[in-house]
C-alpha cells in the first residue's frame, strides 16, 4: 500500500468528524490532529481532538513553518502540524486531513501528492438541520457557517473527488475504496 495524504472536506455539519472516524477504525488510516487556537467544547482533550493553543503559540508555530496548511477560520486559527502528517507516513498509513475548504486548498498549493474529498450533504435543508441539531453555536454564528457553506460548495470542482454523505459508514467505505481503487490502478508512463 502507497500511503497517501486523505484530505477530507466540506462545508461545517456535513459530517466530516463522523466519516473520519468511521476511517480512522481502519487500520490503514491515522489522523492528523489539527491544533487550533479556538475554545475548547465539552469532552474535548488536548492532543486528542486538537491542539489547543493560545494565538501567540499558533502564531510562533506559522513562523516556524510547523504547519502543512493554516487558516483563519469563524474568528480562530486552525492549522495541519506537518510533521505529524510526515511520521503517519513513514509509519505507512494514510494521513488524514479533516480541514475546511481554505486548508485544502492550501494544501493542493502545496504540490503534495494527495486524494482530496469534498463531503457533500444529501440536501441543503440536511445540512442546515445538522447545524442546528450540534447545539454548539449560537444562532449568530449558525448563521455565519451557513453563508460560509454556500461558498464553499460553489467550489467542491476544485477537489479530487465527491463524496455524499447521506450515510456515515457508506460515505467512508466510498473514500476508501477510492484509495484502493488507486492502487489496483497501472503506474501512469508504463
Not at 495524504?5 to 490532529?33: D, Q
Amino acid at each position: 500500500m502507497q500511503p497517501k495524504l486523505v484530505v477530507v472536506s466540506g462545508p461545517s455539519g456535513v459530517g466530516k468528524t463522523t466519516v473520519c472516524n468511521h476511517l480512522l477504525a481502519r487500520p490503514s488510516f491515522e489522523r492528523v490532529i489539527t491544533a487550533t487556537t479556538r475554545e475548547r467544547r465539552r469532552r474535548e482533550q488536548h492532543g486528542v481532538d486538537y491542539f489547543f493553543l493560545d494565538r501567540d503559540e499558533f502564531e510562533r508555530w506559522i513562523a516556524g513553518d510547523r504547519f502543512l496548511e493554516w487558516a483563519h477560520v469563524h474568528g480562530n486559527l486552525y492549522g495541519s502540524p506537518r510533521a505529524q502528517a510526515e511520521e503517519i507516513l513513514a509509519r505507512g498509513h494514510h494521513a488524514l486531513l479533516n480541514i475546511d475548504v481554505q486548508g485544502a486548498a492550501s494544501v493542493r498549493a502545496l504540490g503534495l501528492e494527495a486524494l482530496r474529498v469534498f463531503l457533500l450533504p444529501p440536501s441543503w435543508d440536511e445540512l442546515e438541520r445538522r447545524l442546528r441539531g450540534r447545539d454548539t453555536d449560537d444562532p449568530a454564528a449558525i448563521q455565519a457557517r451557513l453563508e460560509v457553506a454556500r461558498d464553499e460548495l460553489d467550489r467542491q470542482h476544485e477537489f479530487d473527488c465527491r463524496v455524499v454523505n447521506d450515510d456515515s459508514h457508506e460515505a467512508a467505505a466510498r473514500i476508501a475504496s477510492l484509495l484502493d481503487d488507486a492502487k489496483s490502478e497501472p503506474p501512469t508512463g508504463s
